[in-house]
């Protein structure tokens, strides 16, 4: 008889989540854990790419470039509604600079690499033997091949064209949204569970510890109750929590063998700017460049009105939850694209907000002492000395979510001796929609929208926004207008959206809704009126107690101050928000 005791994922982040949907698509029960909520970690805290790496081919990973853009492309056809190609520009200012450097890098030197670098950057013959290397590695995409042009033709990112005058172009895709990615993976690994008959329970908000006999025990964090689950084997997918993880739900500390530490991560920093000039000056290109001391640095566009700006790379051993964006962090990624952009270059008052994450990187000490030396390859660590068949994730991106996944889920089944059943490699996601399908979409958002009570936004700006968020599930996700009518103010969205969440989401807090389900924490209308009414809400359907509406707003203020640097006004038509 087949062993019905879960698999128990901890971490509902992109990594936890692809595992989860993997499992579930053979067959196998599984329990998704997470401390706080899905996508909460480095998943919403990344630059949002999906890219094959252009820069790790200096460091001679040929195969991890190879598979992430074989990912990319898969996730581009399986998720049109979320992964968007994007093309990319690569300012340069010579033709030679960078090919010692770049030969020392691809041997190992990094030291050497880093004592080469060429003062006026890598020049185009460097850049553009790497992008024949990427396009080469990406033989079967359709995305269109790389090439060198002189800065300033019509339709290129207006570069400062003195400094820069030629460039490169090459193609990658852009994942504005990695939260909605990671609630629609799990979504549908609710629905391969479904299909195949096992179970797929997702656990938000609650700690983990390992009794004695096997148990795991779940708490809530919000509501206190608690969950015994008596696992088959524990995956630990908490990304830059790994070591934290072991320490606390082992009671016998780091449950690896010889308990050395897995994880070094560093610290990320993005800003989200509101710089309309910068905006334009992209022409709907990313850009690629080098910063005054030549660490990589990313301009690129973030939906019609942002602009993205990332990112840094600092060793960071403090709890990742507590990271955040320092002055000299925003004044550098300010610096760099001001040094790209001078005649548009950003100001501080042009600050929406910014962000920082740490990368779940291994323990290995950097090359030459270069955090961006450190592979981005992902590890299945196993942990022989458990009281039960574990594992640890380290490492990974975004884009490499599914074939990781695949892979571990591959050894865990060896171990529990089950057989890989099903494959995630041509399954869309829930959501995917495009071409006629997208428009289908629109129509029948925009008629559910119609036959509510409206609430003075056009119908169809409504439409365009629910699929931006839930794709081909927009109209499902608007269907609770007919009973719970009305908008949110700050938005265009409906109040209906907030219960969706809730329903088919495991949204349970305002932060999970605003930040990482309804992604109106990248909003630029949000404002306090904005949280009353998700608030609102939730009260509604008994989340939040309805005299506590008012409160719930003020600490989500709070946590958005504290966390993006981002201070709300009362609300729409109140004035200009404050200075971040
Ligand atoms: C600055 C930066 C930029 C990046 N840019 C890119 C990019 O452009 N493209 C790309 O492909 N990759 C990028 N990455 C890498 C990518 O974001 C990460 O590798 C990936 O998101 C890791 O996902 P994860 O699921 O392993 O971890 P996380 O997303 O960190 O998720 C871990 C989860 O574990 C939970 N957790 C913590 N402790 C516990 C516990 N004890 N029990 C249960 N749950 C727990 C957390 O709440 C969290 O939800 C970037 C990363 C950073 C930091």
Redesign the pocket.
């Known amino acids: 008889m087949m062993d019905e005791r879960p698999v128990v994922v901890?971490?509902?982040?992109?990594?936890?989540?692809?595992l989860a949907r993997e499992l579930a698509l053979s067959g196998v029960p599984v329990a998704v854990?997470?401390?706080?909520?899905?996508?909460?970690?480095?998943?919403?805290?990344?630059?949002?790419?999906?890219?094959g790496?252009l820069r790790y081919l200096e460091y001679g990973e040929i195969g991890l470039v190879r598979e992430?853009l074989a990912e990319r492309d898969r996730l581009v056809r399986l998720a049109p509604h979320l992964v968007a190609p994007l093309p990319f520009y690569v300012p340069l200012r010579g033709r030679l600079g960078g090919l010692p450097a770049a030969a020392a890098r691809l041997v190992g030197l990094e030291g050497l690499a880093r004592r080469w670098r060429p003062a006026r950057g890598r020049g185009t013959w460097t850049v553009g033997t790497g992008l024949a290397l990427y396009d080469l590695l990406a033989s079967d995409s359709r995305a269109p091949r790389h090439r060198t042009v002189r800065a300033g033709a019509a339709g290129l990112p207006r570069v400062d064209r003195e400094a820069f005058a030629w460039g490169c172009i090459y193609s990658d895709a852009q994942?504005l949204y990695?939260e909605r990615f990671?609630v629609e993976l799990l979504v549908d690994a609710r629905r391969a569970a479904a299909e195949t008959g096992a179970a797929c329970d997702v656990f938000t908000h609650?700690?983990?510890a390992l009794l004695p006999g096997g148990v795991l025990r779940l708490t809530g964090t919000v509501d206190q109750a608690v969950v015994d689950l008596r696992p088959a084997a524990l995956v630990?997918?908490?990304?830059?929590?790994v070591d934290?993880?072991l320490a606390?739900?082992f009671s016998s500390g780091a449950a690896d063998a010889g308990g050395r530490r897995l994880i070094g991560?560093?610290?990320?920093?993005?800003l989200l700017l509101r710089a309309p000039r910068l905006r334009a000056a992209l022409a709907e290109h990313g850009v690629y460049a080098e910063a005054a001391d030549g660490r990589p640095v990313?301009v690129l566009p973030f939906g019609p009105e942002l602009v993205l700006v990332?990112?840094?790379?600092i060793p960071f051993t403090g709890d990742?939850?507590t990271a955040r964006a320092d002055d000299a962090e925003i004044d550098y990624l300010l610096a760099a694209a001001a040094r790209l952009f001078p005649d548009v270059a950003p100001g501080r008052d042009e600050l929406q907000q910014h962000y920082?994450?740490?990368?779940?990187l291994p323990a290995a000490r950097a090359l030459g002492g270069s955090p961006a030396a450190v592979t981005?390859r992902?590890m299945l660590v196993r942990h022989a000395e458990a009281p039960l068949p574990a594992w640890s994730?380290v490492?990974?991106?975004?884009?490499?979510?599914r074939s990781l996944a695949e892979t571990a889920a591959k050894e865990v089944l060896a171990a529990l001796g089950r057989p890989v059943l099903g494959s995630s490699r041509e399954r869309p996601l829930p959501g995917a929609c495009a071409g006629e399908s997208r428009l289908e979409a629109l129509r029948e958002t925009e008629s559910l929208v119609r036959q509510g009570e409206g609430w003075g936004v056009d119908p169809a700006a409504v439409a365009e926004r629910m699929v931006a968020v839930f794709g081909g599930r927009a109209a499902a996700a608007a269907a609770g207008i007919a009973t719970r009518p009305g908008g949110i103010r700050g938005s265009v969205l409906p109040r209906a959206a907030v219960e969706f969440c809730v329903r088919e989401e495991w949204a349970r807090t305002l932060g999970d809704v605003v930040e990482r389900r309804l992604m109106l924490a990248f909003d630029t209308g949000l404002g306090r009126d904005t949280l009353t009414d998700v608030a609102a809400v939730l009260a509604e359907l008994g989340l939040v107690s309805r005299t506590d509406v008012g409160r719930e707003a003020e600490a989500c203020t709070r946590q958005l101050a504290a966390r993006y640097g981002r201070r709300l006004a009362q609300g729409p038509g109140h004035g200009p928000e404050e200075e971040p």
């Open positions: 901890l971490g509902a982040g992109i990594n936890g989540a692809a854990v997470d401390a706080d909520d899905v996508a909460c970690g480095a998943t919403a805290w990344s630059t949002r790419l999906i890219h790496g992430s994942l990695p990671t609650c700690r983990a630990n997918a908490t990304g830059a929590w934290r993880t606390a739900v991560g560093t610290k990320g920093s993005h990313f990332g990112t840094t790379d990742p939850a920082c994450g740490v990368r779940p981005r992902h994730i490492g990974g991106k975004l884009t490499t979510c």
